[in-house]
């Protein structure tokens, strides 16, 4: 069992930047990789940027150059941090730990959500 705890969204102008955070609890050891997704109004859920246990980055095409993924281990906490913003950034974002058991199963956590908004 995985707890995701999300937190840093909130109303932003364009050009301007926000940090998420995403604290797991429980059986961390288990993680072996984490990140953020998004889902707009109207829109499926999106790959953002991911993390994995070796340092492996990924980011949608959209937030290169923009978004920054990384991961204290020491604190079991993923950051997102995200920059330049623009208005289509705009959604609810979740984070996501994949973790497997026994090297033999897998499982998804996800967090409760929190809604990034940019707008002037």
């Known amino acids: 069992q995985v707890q995701l705890v999300e937190s840093g969204g909130g109303l932003v102008q364009p050009g301007g930047s926000l940090r998420l955070s995403c604290a797991a609890s429980?059986?961390?050891?288990?993680?072996?990789?984490m990140g953020w997704y998004r889902q707009a109004p109207g829109n499926q859920r999106e790959l953002v940027a991911s993390i994995n246990s070796e340092g492996g980055l990924h980011y949608a095409d959209s937030v290169k150059g923009r978004f920054t993924i990384s991961r204290d281990n020491a604190k079991n906490t993923v950051i997102l941090q995200m920059d330049s913003l623009k208005p289509e950034d705009t959604a609810v974002y979740y984070c996501?730990?994949?973790?497997?058991?026994?090297?033999?199963?897998?499982?998804?956590?996800w967090g409760q959500g929190t809604q990034v908004t940019v707008s002037s």
């Open positions: 429980g059986d961390i050891a288990s993680i072996y990789a």
């Open positions: 996501n730990a994949d973790a497997t058991y026994s090297d033999r199963y897998e499982y998804t956590y």
